[in-house]
DNA sequence: AACCCGGGGTA
DNA sequence: TACCCAGGGTT
């Protein structure tokens, strides 16, 4: 096992300046892990000071509105995270403080294995190695395992706990995490590997084999189907857009959406769409163009009818922003 | 173990 | 296009 302070020695030197480094606030700390999940920094680094701007504490968020919450998740994906972070909040503010090891973290919705581990680690000081995708990626490489994910998970997972055997990583276990996860960024890449940069070249199996671009071996992805809908963009004499709340469960799960048919496999007629206008009588407008979403699963092609009315009829909210909506339906609105 | 759940940047 | 990203939850 290579030297946990080769790689502190390099994180001293250049590890990346980002918003959340530094922080001690254990709230401040948790909120950086859930909004990157899944998420670049890149993305991250704008809306976390926004999210904080408005909810400065847990207190701030467990006491705030969900729509208020929704809003400000707004464009960022993963929207459970939004209702776990909420839950989540409740339960800190409700027992005076966040739990303060892993263990206890985990129980909280939102935080698994990882977001726990996270958040003990830098937070709490506790000698544990939170495993996410740069972590994984470099113990691949460093012990050249060649099984696919996620079936070499447990194995990585347990070099990665290795680490914490080492009394350099240990004594700055949230140091070394952040460590691990900056030489994924920015040398162990994904594709093209820096090597000639890195602290640990010359214990790399992978590296010695010529093989760690190849790693780790992941999956083929299965092919998107595509689903079909067709939506309503109804307005009140004021220039208000009628939007309802989506279920809380499922895909955009708790957000605003813009009345309209289910998602299916084929595509609706026009007969087949009206039943599901949210009023009749409505001159309706059909816009040009297609709102083209892709996820993770399945791809959206959605179209727009534009009506206008004197006032929205009853199960319609009346919404003055559109920011406060998922992409799929801000593009939606796009084509208007 | 397999699947569901967003959105954006990059090669 | 395809892949990846400081993953978690459900079945």
């Known amino acids: 096992m290579p030297p946990a302070a080769d790689l502190l020695a390099w994180y001293a030197r250049q590890k990346r300046e980002l918003p959340w ?3 001690t606030d254990p709230y401040r700390i948790w909120l950086s892990e859930v909004m990157l999940q899944q998420t670049t920094v890149a993305t991250v680094g704008p809306r976390y000071a926004r999210f904080l ?3 400065p504490t847990v207190e701030a968020l467990a006491e705030a509105e969900w729509s208020a919450v929704a809003e400000e998740w707004a464009g960022l994906g993963y929207y459970a995270r939004a209702r776990n972070l909420h839950a989540a909040a409740k339960a800190v503010a409700g027992r005076g403080g966040f739990p303060r090891t892993a263990a206890a973290l985990r129980e909280l919705p939102g935080i698994g294995a990882y977001t726990s581990a996270a958040v003990a680690a830098i937070a709490f000081h506790e000698p544990v190695l939170p495993v996410d995708g740069n972590v994984e990626r470099v113990m691949a490489r460093l012990a050249a395992v060649e099984t696919p994910l996620p079936a070499a998970r447990p194995l990585l997972g347990r070099l990665a706990g290795g680490f914490m055997a080492d009394p350099a990583a ?6 070394f995490a952040q460590a691990l996860f900056d030489l994924g960024a920015t040398i162990c890449t994904p594709r093209n590997p820096a090597c000639a940069l890195c602290p640990w070249m010359a214990h790399c199996r992978a590296r010695k084999q ?3 671009a190849e790693l780790p071996v992941k999956p083929a992805r ?3 189907p595509v689903l079909h809908g067709v939506h309503f963009l109804l307005r009140d004499a004021s220039g ?3 939007v309802r709340l989506r279920p809380a ?3 955009f799960g708790g957000m605003w959406e813009l009345p309209g048919t289910p998602w299916r496999d084929t595509p609706w007629s026009a007969s087949e769409a009206m039943p599901h206008a949210p009023a009749q009588g409505v001159n ?3 816009a040009d163009g297609l709102a083209s979403h892709a996820l993770t699963h399945r791809e959206l092609a959605l179209r727009l009818l534009v009506g206008r009315v004197a006032a929205l009829p009853p199960g319609l909210t009346a919404l003055g922003n559109e920011a406060g909506m998922p992409t799929v339906m801000r593009k939606l609105l796009a084509l208007e």
């Open 284 to 286: 309706w407008r059909e």
């Open 222 to 224: 299965k092919a998107r």
């Open 210 to 212: 010529g093989i760690q």
């Open 249 to 251: 469960e499922g895909l």
């Open 240 to 242: 208000a857009i009628g």
């Open 21 to 23: 480094r530094g922080e």
């Open 53 to 55: 701007a408005r909810f």
């Open 170 to 175: 240990r004594a700055v276990p949230g140091d």
